[in-house]
Nanobody, 124 residues
Framework: QVQLVESGGGLVQAGGSLRLSCAASGRTFYFMGWFRQAPGKEREFIAG????????YYADSVKGRFTISRDVAKNTVYLQMNSLKPEDTAIYYCAADGRSGTYSRTHQDEYDSWGQGTQVTVSS
C-alpha cells in the first residue's frame, strides 16, 4: 500500500522556523516534492528533489528560505522552512512520483501519490 505521511506542521510566529517530514512507503519514488494550498488559492509547487541526483528545485517565493532534503534510506523527504512569513500560511502537501527519470516535476499532474496534508500557520 502506497502511503505518504506528513508531520511537523503547526503554529509559528513570523520569522520562525518549522521542519516538515514526509515518510513514504509502499514503493520507490524517484522524485518527491512539496506543494501548498492557501485558502481560496490554487495548490502551488514549493520544492522538489530527485532521488538519484539529489537535484533540488524551488519556487521563487521560497527560494533562500526553504530547503528540501531527502533521506533515501528512510524514504523520507524533509522541508526546512526558515524566516516564515504570514503568507506562508497554508496546508502543505507531500507528493511523490514513482516513474523513473531525473527531470524536475513542478506541476501537480506530474505526481502520482499524495499525502493528506499538514497545516502550517504563521502569525504576524
Amino acid at each position: 500500500q502506497v502511503q505518504l505521511v506528513e508531520s511537523g506542521g503547526g503554529l509559528v510566529q513570523a520569522g520562525g522556523s518549522l521542519r516538515l517530514s514526509c515518510a513514504a512507503s509502499g514503493r520507490t519514488f524517484y522524485f518527491m516534492g512539496w506543494f501548498r494550498q492557501a485558502p481560496g488559492k490554487e495548490r502551488e509547487f514549493i520544492a522538489g528533489i530527485s532521488r538519484s541526483t539529489y537535484s533540488t528545485y524551488y519556487a521563487d517565493s521560497v527560494k533562500g528560505r526553504f530547503t528540501i532534503s531527502r533521506d533515501v534510506a528512510k524514504n523520507t523527504v524533509y522541508l526546512q522552512m526558515n524566516s516564515l512569513k504570514p503568507e506562508d500560511t497554508a496546508i502543505y502537501y507531500c507528493a511523490a512520483d514513482g516513474r523513473s527519470g531525473t527531470y524536475s516535476r513542478t506541476h501537480q499532474d506530474e505526481y502520482d501519490s499524495w499525502g493528506q496534508g499538514t497545516q502550517v500557520t504563521v502569525s504576524s
